[in-house]
């Protein structure tokens, strides 16, 4: 067989014609093995899908959660105190939403089957099985492992005191304490009368 494949790039008529063709049949097996590896994994995702993985990110309702409110009106009140502010209002707003992380019962198995035929050649088909279920407790709620909590990613407060620079200052440095976001993403305005 290598002498057969030898023998082809030998001949200098048609070299430049065989590596051409030695190409276009290497990028088309790539392609080909690509679309396999694709499949593969669309496959795993769907059976994933089938066995409960998409709870993985279950909306919380709005009695298990902080209401978002809940931490404006506390910066509403905080802010209220500091001297010079006056009446404020703030607003935040948030990069995602609320959800819980659920714990799962995961079973996996991996079976491997050796088959020879008769002349000699062996076939080893190596299976894995992988069962996820969310576990519930008796009042069939979902077991939570962890809460993901909402992510503050801008906040715009309106105050009274806020034409004064030393005010608008104090501001801007407790609502980033309290939020963890840049200053550059705390707007403060001035309350209209």
């Known amino acids: 067989m290598l002498d057969k494949i030898k023998k082809i790039f030998t001949n200098k008529d048609k070299k430049i014609e065989n590596l051409v063709s030695f190409l276009i049949i290497l990028i088309i097996t790539l392609i080909v093995i690509n679309k396999i590896l694709e499949e593969e994994e ?7 899908n089938q066995t409960g993985v998409e709870l993985a990110s279950e909306e919380l309702s709005s ?8 931490l404006e009106k506390r910066l509403e009140n905080i802010l209220s105190k500091i001297s010079g502010v006056g009446n404020v209002s703030v607003l935040l707003t948030y990069t995602q939403t609320s959800s819980r992380i659920p714990i799962y019962n995961i079973n996996s198995s991996v079976s491997t089957i050796e088959e020879k035929d008769t002349s000699g050649v062996s076939k080893v088909t190596e299976t894995e099985n992988m069962q ?17 909590m909402p992510v503050v990613e801008g906040a715009i407060i309106t105050a009274e ?3 004064n620079s030393n005010v608008k200052s ?4 407790a609502v980033e304490a309290v939020t ?6 705390i707007q403060v305005f001035e309350m209209e009368e």
């Open 42 to 48: 669309n496959v795993e995702a769907d059976y994933q």
């Open 63 to 70: 009695s298990e959660t902080i209401d978002n409110n809940d």
């Open 132 to 148: 996820k279920e969310v576990i519930s407790d008796n009042d069939s709620g979902i077991v939570t492992e962890k809460i993901v």
């Open 170 to 173: 104090n501001i801007i440095a």
């Open 161 to 163: 005191g806020a034409s």
């Open 180 to 185: 963890g976001v840049a200053t550059h993403k």
